[in-house]
Antibody
Framework: QVHLVESGGGVVQPGRSLTLSCAAS????????MHWVRQAPGKGLEWVAF????????YYADSVKGRFTISRDNSKNTLFLLVNSLRPEDTAVYYC???????????????WGQGTMVTVSS | AIRMTQSPSSFSASTGDRVTITCRAS??????LAWYQQTPGKAPKLLIY???TLQSGVPSRFSGSGSGTDFTLTISCLQSEDFATYYC?????????FGQGTKLEIK
């Protein structure tokens, strides 16, 4: 069974940092590009970041560029998102998601985690 | 960034109805278009990719069409479990942008 499980969310003060994790199982993690997508309370989906299967390519939304860093550890089947300089507008559920096809750079997302909530508040 | 615009933003329908949701891209995206379904408190679920390919396990009452800038998602005979929010997404280029969502409610 293919699974993605996020963790690391919580309540954090503005300006602070947090590291989100996404543990993958049930597929060859090292063969798939991975994404982070977020959803503010009551709002729509916002794509945040992508990392290629081998970590060599990364892309970010303009809203997080320079503050967020996506990374992966293929030996531990885990995806990360380091979120720095947090702002109230970063409050959202953060989902990790997997590319449909292996070794893809532009693909739909076939598997999503359950999400982890990040609340930025003083 | 490519802007994705869905219409309508919300819609009321009854079980058994045929419904169509449209999605327009601000520039051509070939067939790099996916549709997702999301119910409250749950993660999105992939329904359709490459504009018209049904994801494994998705009922055949769902269908997609279009290419270039104009796309549609059709549900041929609404079931109770289909009342949800639907998002289109382009994955032609980065950033991979989503439409604002279409909330399908029971009439």
């Amino acid at each position: 069974q293919v699974h993605l499980v996020e963790s690391g969310g919580g309540v954090v003060q503005p300006g602070r940092s947090l590291t989100l994790s996404c543990a993958a199982s049930g597929f060859t993690f090292s063969s798939y590009g991975m994404h982070w997508v977020r959803q503010a309370p009551g709002k729509g989906l916002e794509w945040v970041a992508f990392i290629s299967f081998d970590g060599s390519n990364k892309y970010y939304a303009d809203s997080v560029k320079g503050r967020f860093t996506i990374s992966r550890d293929n030996s531990k089947n885990t995806l990360f998102l380091l979120v720095n300089s947090l702002r109230p507008e970063d409050t959202a559920v953060y989902y990790c998601a997997k590319d449909l096809n292996s070794y893809a750079y532009n693909d739909a997302f076939d598997i999503w985690g359950q999400g982890t909530m990040v609340t930025v508040s003083s | 960034a490519i802007r994705m615009t869905q219409s309508p933003s919300s819609f009321s329908a009854s079980t058994g109805d045929r419904v169509t949701i449209t999605c327009r891209a601000s520039q051509g995206i070939s067939s790099y278009l996916a549709w997702y379904q999301q119910t409250p408190g749950k993660a999105p679920k992939l329904l359709i990719y490459t504009a018209s390919t049904l994801q494994s396990g998705v009922p055949s009452r769902f269908s997609g069409s279009g290419s270039g800038t104009d796309f549609t998602l059709t549900i041929s005979c609404l079931q109770s479990e289909d009342f949800a929010t639907y998002y289109c997404q382009q994955y032609y280029s980065y950033p991979h942008t989503f439409g604002q969502g279409t909330k399908l409610e029971i009439k």
